[in-house]
């Protein structure tokens, strides 16, 4: 064998080791000691240049997992191989958002503002409601992504389902902070007040009317990109808490404090 060869056929070994432990972990109830039998065996013909031995024990492996995925049923694949539920969340999601922002983008003049009057009926605030939507389509567009990655390579678990469903609210919030941040760091540089509810109010988003593409933008990549903006934020948090936690100096243990007087 190759040395290219025996990367792949190595490569498609530990896939199906990983398949195993997640179908492990969601309750596929296969023995390991007949599963990784096999694997092992097959890493040895690998070793030894044997071809034909590592296919074959390869080959058994992927019957005996399948043959147990097989025969759970419908129910079980739908939910731990093809991830259907999780799928039907993340659509749901875009499309009833897409059905409160339709009418707060789509309409032009006038009946702009009864749409944004009518998202407010809806219990959504104009200005920072329709950007935390706008954020929630960004993490729900990041979530069939991420899912199709995983489901086509079956690595989905079941444990991610609670992750699944607070993923649209903290793409959310992170939107909307991306947004905040966007609209500060604006005014700090043109060194103008933004749009304020009140006159000191300081500075808060925009009414729906006046949402900017690049805002409409910023709140899709905050959404996106959601894990990444609560990384930015754990960081920016950890330098702000970083002086008040810093010790003073103890004047007893200078110098000067141990000279007598």
Known sequence: MTPDEKKDVLASIDELDVQFQVFAMNGLGLQPQTFNGALSEAREA??????????????????????????????????????????????????????????????????????????????????????????????????????????????????????IIVSPVLAALTGTIAVLFLSVGLVALSGTAGASSAPGAGVVLPVAASITPTQVLVAILGGYNWRWVQTQLRRFAARVELPRHATPPNPRSTPEAEQPA
């Open 46 to 163: 690998v070793k030894h240049d044997h071809e034909a031995e590592a296919h074959a024990k390869l080959t058994d492996a992927q019957c005996v997992l399948w043959t147990k995925v097989y025969s759970k049923g419908i129910l079980w694949r739908g939910l731990h191989v093809l991830a259907l539920p999780q799928y039907f969340y993340f659509v749901a999601v875009i499309a009833l958002t897409a059905i409160v922002l339709l009418p707060a983008v789509s309409l032009p003049g006038d009946q702009l503002n009864a749409a944004a009057a009518w998202v407010q009926g809806l219990r959504v605030v104009p200005a920072t409601g329709i950007i935390a939507l706008i954020g929630v389509l960004g993490g729900s567009l990041e979530g069939l992504i991420d899912l199709s990655h995983h489901s086509a390579h079956v690595r989905v678990r079941s444990m991610w389902i609670g992750y």
